[in-house]
C-alpha cells in the first residue's frame, strides 16, 4: 500500500490546449511515498478539476488521480528524495521561487490571496526509465491516494475528506473504456491522455 508523504515538486505550469477546458502539464510533478515517488509527467493531459472546476484548491492531486481513473495504473519509480537530489534531478529552481513569491506578495497586498507567500519552486527532471514502472491501482486505492495528496498539498481536512469522498461517486471508473498508459520509453515525449 502507496502512503503519500509529501509533494516534492511545487505546481506545474499549464498549457491550455485548444479553446477548451484542457490543458497538458509543462512540468513533472512527484510525490514521495514510503515506497519511493508517484508522479505525474509533464505532457500529461488533464481537465485540471479536482472538485467543481479547477481552480478549487491546490490541483496537484488531481492530476496524478486522473491517470489513475483514466489507465488504472499509476507511475511509480523506487527513488527516494534523496536519490533524485543526488542525481541532480530534484532542485531548487530559485528565479521560479523569488518570482512566485513576489506575485503572491502582490496578490495577498490587493486581498486577492490569503494564503502562504513564502514557497519553493522545486522542479524535478525527467526520470530516467530504468527507474520507472507502472502498477495497477484500484478505485479505491487511487481515492484514497487522492485524498492523502490534496492534504499533503495544504487542504484543509474538512475540505480534503469532502473531496476525497466525493470521488467515491465517479461512476466513470467503471463505465469508461480505460485508456492505455503510455509505453516507459514515451513518457516525457508523448502525451498521456487521462
Not at 515506497?35 to 481552480?55: K, M, S
Not at 481513473?69 to 533524485?84: F, G, P, R, V, Y
Amino acid at each position: 500500500m502507496l502512503n503519500v508523504i509529501k509533494p516534492l515538486t511545487y505546481k506545474s505550469r499549464l498549457q491550455q490546449i485548444g479553446d477548451g477546458n484542457k490543458f497538458i502539464l509543462e512540468d513533472n510533478e512527484v510525490f514521495a511515498t514510503h515506497a519511493g515517488i508517484i508522479f505525474a509527467p509533464r505532457y500529461t493531459f488533464t481537465d485540471n478539476i479536482t472538485f467543481i472546476n479547477n481552480t478549487f484548491v491546490d490541483v496537484r492531486a488531481s492530476h496524478i488521480h486522473d491517470i489513475g481513473c483514466a489507465t488504472h495504473k499509476l507511475l511509480i519509480s523506487n527513488l527516494t528524495e534523496q536519490d533524485l537530489i543526488e542525481r541532480g534531478l530534484l532542485y531548487l529552481n530559485e528565479k521560479a521561487t523569488e518570482r512566485e513569491c513576489r506575485f503572491l506578495e502582490t496578490l495577498k497586498k490587493t486581498g486577492r490571496y490569503n494564503g502562504n507567500t513564502d514557497v519553493s519552486v522545486y522542479v524535478c527532471d525527467d526520470i530516467p526509465q530504468e527507474y520507472i514502472e507502472t502498477i495497477d491501482v484500484s478505485f479505491s486505492e487511487n481515492n484514497r491516494l487522492f485524498k492523502e495528496m490534496l492534504k499533503a498539498t495544504g487542504v484543509n481536512n474538512f475540505m480534503a475528506n469532502t473531496m476525497g469522498s466525493a470521488v467515491y461517486l465517479n461512476i466513470g471508473w467503471a463505465t469508461k473504456t480505460i485508456k492505455p498508459m503510455l509505453d516507459i520509453d514515451r513518457l516525457f515525449k508523448d502525451i498521456l491522455i487521462t
